[in-house]
């Protein structure tokens, strides 16, 4: 496993995320993605038309706002298959939101590292 193509793929899709580029999140997520919330699950297609809605209708994140890992796990599952867990949080200019604990599961492809999985829920 090299870590650093990895944790390139999960910057990249975190600040596609913040951006709201829905294309360049759709190249990182697996057509099988799915987020699990406390709000229950949501398929990709739901997640990138949610996310695509609320750009048009200027309710999405600021300018300026970044993901920040504050504490950040990788174990190799099995050849190709990698967990991340750990915790972590948005910021914005104006604030910071909470603080969460979340999992991911990416996959190894011919076209580089994919995410399966996101689960996350507030830190209480």
């Known amino acids: ?10 910057t990249d899709w975190y600040a596609a995320y913040l951006a709201g580029d829905t294309a360049r999140m759709a190249e990182l997520e697996d057509l099988s993605f799915f987020v699990v919330t406390d709000s229950g699950i949501q398929s990709r297609a739901k997640q990138l ?3 695509d809605a609320a ?5 999405w994140f600021p300018a300026g706002s970044f993901s920040e890992d504050r504490h950040l796990e990788l ?3 099995c050849e190709g298959l990698v967990s991340a867990r750990g915790i972590g949080r ?9 603080v969460v604990l979340f999992t991911e599961l990416w996959k190894r ?4 590292w994919r995410v399966l999985h996101l689960h996350y829920h507030e830190a209480k």
């Open 109 to 112: 492809t011919d076209q580089g």
């Open 49 to 51: 038309e949610g996310i």
């Open 1 to 10: 496993m090299k870590d650093e193509e990895l944790l390139a793929a999960r």
């Open 90 to 98: 948005v910021a914005t200019p104006r604030s910071a939101n909470s």
């Open 75 to 77: 174990h190799e599952v």
């Open 55 to 59: 750009v048009r209708m200027e309710r």
